[in-house]
């Protein structure tokens, strides 16, 4: 059995506080993108995972503990032979690892004839990760809580989106964009709720995107600065943070847009991609 695992874009991301266990209350209107890791499953005797990344092999990976947890639900042996194809840039704000955790348990939940519902794999997606119960459907959807309260709304239609991952490691990224956050930053989710409304409309506006991370993230990291400015002095288009970066992106977008970028980054350390939602 062979399954993708899309990437996602933030097209709103607020803070809205932090909880009382220590984890910041958020409210995000997510969308997948056609960018994907490619998963291949086999039945096997054991559990084994092989990555085309090999940093990535292991039990540390979500697509070991997917597998390990759905297997413990249903108090049986995680029996399978896993291989994981890596399309999606590594810890870039595209959820990468939640979107493969995602989809093992889909497939998983196929191979090893569970016959979970959406609902019940939801609850273990939960446990995983932040983003994985938005990945067991993906498309456009808000969520709330630390992620794992998933809503789908009105999907957006396809549109091109030009992606820039720079290449360079920015370490500590997630921790350091929460820990520059002030209570000056939360917001009470009324972006998020506008965004839904219009996009339950059958439109899409553009300047309504926003990210609470671009009011630290660019001074944390003035490379990332850097290459904002090239691609909008490149296109005139305003650039968006996903999730905590630093991925950054702009749509809708052209070839001709994405080939103006990909001029102008040729000497920087990024990666540009023209990907498409879905």
Not at 18 to 31: A, C, K, N, W, Y
Not at 104 to 122: M, R, Y
Not at 160 to 188: E, N, Q, W
Request: with cysteine; aromatic share 8%.
């Amino acid at each position: 059995m062979e399954v993708p695992a899309y990437a996602k874009l933030n097209l709103v991301l607020e803070v809205l506080g932090r909880r009382p266990d220590g984890f910041h209350e958020i409210r995000t209107v997510l969308q997948t993108i056609d960018l994907a890791d490619r998963l291949t499953f086999h039945p096997a005797s054991g559990l084994h995972l092989q990555c085309d990344d090999s940093s990535l092999n292991g039990e540390a990976n979500l697509v070991w503990q997917a597998a390990v947890r759905l297997a413990k639900s249903r108090n049986i042996q995680p029996r399978a032979y896993i291989h994981l194809e890596k399309h999606i840039p590594v810890a870039m704000g595209l959820g990468g690892g939640s979107s493969d955790a995602a989809a093992t348990l889909i497939a998983l939940n196929q191979l090893w004839q569970l016959n979970l519902s959406i609902l019940e794999l939801s609850g273990i997606a939960a446990s995983l990760g932040s983003d994985v119960a938005f990945f067991l459907a993906g498309g456009t959807a808000s969520t709330a809580g630390r992620g794992e309260l998933v809503t789908p709304i009105h999907p957006l239609p396809s549109v091109p989106v030009t992606l820039i991952c720079p290449t360079a490691t920015f370490l500590d990224k997630t921790s350091r964009m929460f820990s520059r956050l002030t209570s000056g930053h939360y917001s009470d989710g009324e972006r998020t709720s506008r965004l839904e409304e219009i996009l339950g409309g059958d439109e899409f506006v553009p300047d309504m995107q926003y990210n609470v991370f671009e009011h630290v993230a660019f001074q944390e990291f003035p490379e990332l600065d850097d290459l904002r400015l090239k691609v909008e002095s490149a296109t005139g288009a305003e650039v968006h943070l996903s999730g905590a970066g630093p991925a950054l992106y702009f749509l809708p977008s052209s070839e001709d847009e994405y080939q103006r970028v990909s001029h102008a980054l040729q000497h920087s350390s990024a990666r540009v991609y023209l990907v498409h939602t879905i």
